[in-house]
């Protein structure tokens, strides 16, 4: 039956179930993108995030962790069937299952709930989230997207608890969901292949607003073997640098927020018309800004302007896409940089003024047939270089060039089921999960 008033939608962020996770400037930026997108077609929307580092009920964090980064509450759970033999612990991360039914009853009866996800391997912790958001609401539809039920939406389907699993981006899908799940239709007021014409996130649904997550652009020219934007983001697209600059400014003067954090998969490709006039309207309009890069630049893209105008305009932590300091024998994995094109890179930013500190180079760690002294070796290279060293562990990901190498390279069988996908448990070996290795890279990142 059609709907007289406009319907509610309830909207999650789910749990994690992991060995390990931190916040490292993680928002769940699509969902988000959604309520706002609900909420500017007069739908009533409300939000919770199972992740929520600031619940009321959560014991008390230290200040200075509510301005950024921090650690998520946590509680301690039995490991999944099939990783008990990794000799480390395993958590729900996020806010207790009672705070979350306590929080569901104080929401009235919605006539939709949308569950995102993020890793594949995480999802356990979207299954459970579901479960006890069908056991309060029966019979309300569930629609479950993002990133997991992308990457892996027969996984989804048959396992997550959904009624529906969305396995594409939310713009073009998302209105036409909701008048088959409530019967409720509007026409949608912005072209889903414009983002400017996107309202911005719903950051104002968190209970605080501690950091921007920005999306300038979506895409990437690059196709690395170990990566799966080219399959989740086909197409390039570009925001028009003015319209980034009035983001800046409105998060800033409306909010007080200071801190940006760049989503972009490749920030400074293009940069002649997208990054440099971007950096320029920032300084043109003198405001002070943080920018954090947890997503990596490209090396390629830097340059001493563009190096320039990212420590003039507050370029605070800034994280290379490296990958691998093997130059000789990398095409295997990625075509993105050569030696010499890295070494011009870091003296640019030193050049710039960037110190050794801010700038750390992602290294992948636990690739198919990867030996551990190559890993040695890229790290004394990233050291000799000058700048910091952080090992990024791979996640074998479906869709990518490198799946049917880590699958045969695996102890597991990585096609029956995503959690043993984990990074933390170093998929892409044979012999069993040690913590030899990891001790050991991380001695030498440090010493
Ligand atoms: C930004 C980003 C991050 C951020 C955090 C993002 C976050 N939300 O928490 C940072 C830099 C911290 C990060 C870290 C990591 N990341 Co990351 N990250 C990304 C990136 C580049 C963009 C994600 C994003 O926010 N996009 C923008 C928003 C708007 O998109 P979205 O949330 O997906 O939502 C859209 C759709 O999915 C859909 N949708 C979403 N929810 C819903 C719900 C419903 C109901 C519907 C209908 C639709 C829908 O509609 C939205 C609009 O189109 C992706 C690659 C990519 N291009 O997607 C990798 C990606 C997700 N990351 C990946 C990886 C591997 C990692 C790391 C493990 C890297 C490492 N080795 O250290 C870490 C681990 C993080 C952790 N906490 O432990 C992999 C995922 C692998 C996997 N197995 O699932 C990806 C795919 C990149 C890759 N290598 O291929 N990441």
Redesign the pocket.
Known sequence: MPFCNTPHILLVNPW?H?FA???????????L??ASMLRHHDIQVSYIDCLDRFHPRAPKTDPGARHGRGPYYKTRIPKPAGLHDVPRYFSRYGIKPQWLRDDLLRHSRPDLV????????WYPGVQETIGIIRSMFPRTPI?????????CPNHARNSSGADYV?D????K??FS?VRRFTGYSVTPAFDPEVPDEYPYPALDLQTILNYV?L?TSR??PFQCA????RF??PKRLLRNPEAVVEEIKYWQKDYGCHDFIL???AFLMDADRHAIPILEGILQIGTQVRFHT??AVHIRGIDPQTARLMFETGFTTLRLGLETAEFDHREEIDVKVSEHEFKRAVNCLRDAGFKKNQIGAYLLVGLPGQKKDTIKHSIEIVKQIGITPVA????P?PH?ALWPKAVAASRYDLESD?IF?N?AVIPCQKQPFNWEMIRCLKELIAA
């Open positions: 994690i992991d996770a931190y916040d490292f400037w993680a928002k769940p930026m699509g969902l993108t959604i949308l569950v995102t996800s993020l890793m594949t391997y629609v479950l997207g993002g990133i997991y039920a992308r990457l969305a594409g981006p939310a713009e899908a998302l969901l997550p999306l895409g990437c170990y990566c799966a934007s989740l983001e989503y972009d998969d947890p997503n990024a562990y791979y996640t990901i990518t995503p996908t990074n």
